[in-house]
């Protein structure tokens, strides 16, 4: 399975999806980090980036949404220590599970979440 941390730095989860650099990505088989990567977001400031009909701004979120989650596609879970309710809303919808947590470390999180230890708090999303 593949885990995406939204994170700007590598270390520290990022509170906020839509303003992060990328995700770290783990692979995870049988329990243990088989692979990682840095992932990078693509830039949402492309002028080839649709924004809607007459500039609709919830078009604009969309397309951001959209973005974010083009670089962890096969990814199956998203860990975040804070997300809006429609970046959670549109990570469900791309068929992610989404775990809220209160950790800040991106390395800590994940050991949590492999020893079946992490917290989910998705009232907080």
Known sequence: MKIAIPTSDGIRISSNIQRIKGFKVFEILQGKIVDELYVSNIKT????????????????????????????????????????????????????????????????????FIRQTLKNHPEIA
Not at 60 to 72: K, P, Q, R, T, Y
Not at 76 to 101: H, P, R, S, W
């Open 45 to 112: 400031s492309e002028p080839n980036i649709p924004v809607g009909e007459n500039g609709n701004p919830d078009a604009i979120n969309e397309n951001v949404g959209h973005s974010i989650l083009s670089g962890i596609e096969d990814c199956q879970i998203v860990i975040a220590n804070g997300l809006g309710k429609k970046m959670f809303e549109e990570l469900v919808k791309a068929q992610k599970e989404v775990y809220i947590t209160e950790a800040t470390n991106v390395r800590g999180a994940i050991n949590h």
